[in-house]
């Protein structure tokens, strides 16, 4: 089963700023199948990224997804006042299909 | 456009079984797998299994073994989840979600999208 850890668990940046969030997988993510969702309180999870760096329909261009293997990340340019929410990595290149526990992006 | 709907919320008692329906609309039922994920109270997710609505063939990880049921109606493009035992750790918000890429071109293995609106199952005595 591949374990997914993410990094750091809350953030807390103003808006305009940039953020970073790591995904570290405990194996190789085969062929990089790994996505990005984020959440916000209430909702379902929305896609951002799939194959590790393919943004989804409708994801703003401030959103990016780089990595490969076992080290992921998410990259969030000018940050506006509707990507405050927490962002999760998963991978769905092996069964079991594994979540990290979350990244809770904060207002500074 | 491409919509899950899932059932209204559950309060169960421990040792009870609960069945929450996701019904989907605005692509072919029969070409795409449904995955169902749950999500503890403040906490992340845990997926439970998947089922292709073609041929109804399941799949769940060890811990789910005997205590997921997943099956699908096609006539009325819905998927049925039931869990059974039930004890307060499975009180959580219960999804399902569309596998992305269609089954015919990626099997199981693809990215979740979209998801249902999720329903919250409460285990208490």
């Known amino acids: 089963e591949i374990v997914l850890t993410q990094s750091p668990g809350t953030l807390s940046l103003s808006l305009g700023e940039g953020a970073t969030l790591s995904c570290r997988a405990s194996?190789?993510?085969?062929?990089?199948?790994l996505a990005w969702y984020q959440q916000k309180p209430g909702q379902a999870p929305r896609l951002l990224v799939y194959g590790a760096s393919s943004r989804a329909a409708g994801v703003p261009g401030r959103f990016s997804g780089s990595g490969s293997g076992t080290d992921f990340t998410l990259t969030i340019s000018r940050l506006e006042p509707e990507d405050f929410a927490v962002y999760y990595c998963?991978?769905?290149?092996?069964?079991?299909?594994?979540f990290g526990q979350g990244t809770k992006l904060g207002i500074k | 456009q491409v919509q899950l709907v899932q059932s209204g919320a559950e309060v169960k008692k421990p040792g009870a079984s609960v069945k929450l329906s996701c019904m989907a609309s605005g692509y072919t039922f029969t070409n795409y797998y449904i995955h169902w994920v749950r999500q503890a109270p403040g906490q992340g997710f845990e997926w439970m299994g998947a089922i292709n609505p073609y041929g109804g063939s399941t799949s769940h990880p060890q811990k789910f073994q005997g205590r997921v049921s997943l099956t699908r109606d096609t006539s009325t493009s819905t998927v049925y989840m039931e869990l059974s035992s039930l004890s307060s750790e499975d009180t959580a918000v219960y999804f399902c979600?569309?596998?992305?890429?269609?089954?015919?071109?990626?099997?199981?293995?693809?990215?979740?999208?979209?998801w249902g609106q999720g329903t919250l199952v409460t285990v208490s005595s």
């Open positions: 979600a569309r596998g992305s890429l269609a089954i015919a071109v990626a099997g199981s293995v693809s990215w979740f999208d979209p």
């Open positions: 194996q190789s993510v085969s062929s990089d199948y």
């Open positions: 998963q991978q769905y290149a092996s069964s079991p299909y594994s």
